[in-house]
């Protein structure tokens, strides 16, 4: 199965771009990333995925490097709304079928005025 | 608006006491899902439903127990075997089930923060 590793805790200036890294060094080739938002005490909130081009929404950027090791998430400009845990997932794929996403402990945004 | 409920949010429970948490959706998903989460940790995986009439455990099943007799419903028990039950528990759904999409997204509700003395 494969796995994500991202940091800890990370600052963001308000009005700036976040930055979002996640290494995913195992993945397979149908496996997509998914990325998830968890604002404290809320449900996780779905931000976007993809599985090999850069992807682009209302919330965020996704960017995929071409060997699908790692990828980003960006927000273009970061308010103190997106202070939140931030979960890069890649979806688990097993003989048996597709199985749920498995989330792991994310990174920390913080996001300072 | 088409959405996932959860309630009630706040619960909380003598020990050696059985505990039903409520999940609704009126989002016409396929696929219900229920999450445990601790502080300071990522989701943990209790119980999964592809359709109605069917679930699987998940990573952390024992002393849970669920049901889905209607699409709209997965009502999680949390039983007195379970032994560690204080924690935020968070159910959701997606579109569907089927192999190969991996492009259904979760959709969460808001979760009940369930205390157990």
């Known amino acids: 199965d494969a796995k994500t590793t991202q940091p800890t805790s990370m600052d963001c200036a308000e009005g700036r771009a976040a930055n979002l890294p996640c290494n995913h060094s195992t993945i397979s080739g149908n496996e997509y990333v998914y990325w998830y938002r968890q604002i404290h005490s809320q449900g996780p909130q779905y931000i976007i995925h993809?599985?090999?081009n850069n992807e682009t929404n209302e919330m965020a950027s996704l960017i995929i490097t071409e060997d699908r090791k790692s990828s980003t998430l960006i927000l273009p400009h970061a308010t103190l709304r997106d202070t939140a845990v931030y979960y890069c997932i890649v979806r688990v794929a097993r003989n048996s079928g597709n199985t749920p996403l498995v989330f792991g402990k994310g990174t920390r945004l913080s996001v300072i005025a | 608006d088409g959405g996932i409920t959860q309630s009630p949010k706040y619960l909380f429970r003598k020990e050696g006491q059985n505990v039903t948490l409520s999940c609704e959706q009126n989002?016409?998903?396929?696929?219900m899902y229920w999450y445990r989460q601790d502080p300071g940790q990522g989701l943990r995986l209790i119980y999964y439903?592809?359709?109605?009439?069917?679930?699987q455990k998940g990573d952390i099943a024992e002393g849970y127990s669920v049901s889905r007799e209607k699409k709209e419903s997965f009502p999680l028990t949390v039983t007195s075997a379970q032994k560690n039950p204080t924690a935020f528990y968070l159910c959701?759904?997606?579109?569907?089930?089927?192999?190969?999409?991996?492009?259904?997204?979760?959709?969460f509700g808001n979760g009940t923060r369930l205390t157990v003395t």
């Open positions: 959701a759904s997606s579109i569907d089930w089927t192999v190969g999409s991996y492009n259904s997204p979760l959709h």
């Open positions: 989002l016409n998903h396929d696929a």
């Open positions: 993809g599985l090999k």
């Open positions: 439903s592809q359709i109605v009439n069917d679930f």
